[in-house]
């Protein structure tokens, strides 16, 4: 079952199990808050559960670094670790197993961050990748940032590569 409140704005996935996801929150506090508030919700319509056994599983993050991002040579030099196929998806999928988190990185320079279980694995993790994939694959000749450009201009130029 799928129940929504207003505040704090999130969504609880309800399971036969007794366990609930919660997504949508801003911040621990919060995301505790409206766990709270599911648990009272399905009280008051008489189903017995208790609050009990919260805990964080995932954390999700972003980050706009301000400039744009080479996701061709990104994937092309780190292919174990990086998948982008710009025809699926706009973002390379970069995962790292130390700490164990998987990073979206878009051409304009936005990151999103998930797999964190608290806010200092988010910190450490991007700055593992800060320098090695961000900073090493920043675009300096060709600061458009529009996905759909770089993947027509990508295309163009390997095209004349092969010509």
Known sequence: MTIRIRNPKT??????SGNIVCTGSKNIDESLLACRKY??????????VCF???????IVA???VGFPLKL???AADNGPYVSYEASLFPGAVLRVSNPKM???LFRSGKIVITGAK????IKKGFLCIYEPFVLKYR?????????STYRTTSKKRKHDDLI
């Open 11 to 16: 969504t609880a996935l309800t399971f036969s």
């Open 52 to 58: 009990k056994d919260f805990c964080i599983q995932n």
């Open 102 to 104: 998987v990073f979206l």
């Open 62 to 64: 972003s980050v706009a």
């Open 72 to 74: 061709h040579e990104l």
């Open 139 to 147: 675009d300096t000749e060709n600061l458009n940032t529009s996905s």
């Open 118 to 121: 608290d806010i200092d694995h």
């Open 39 to 48: 648990t009272r919700l399905l009280q008051n319509a008489g189903i017995r």
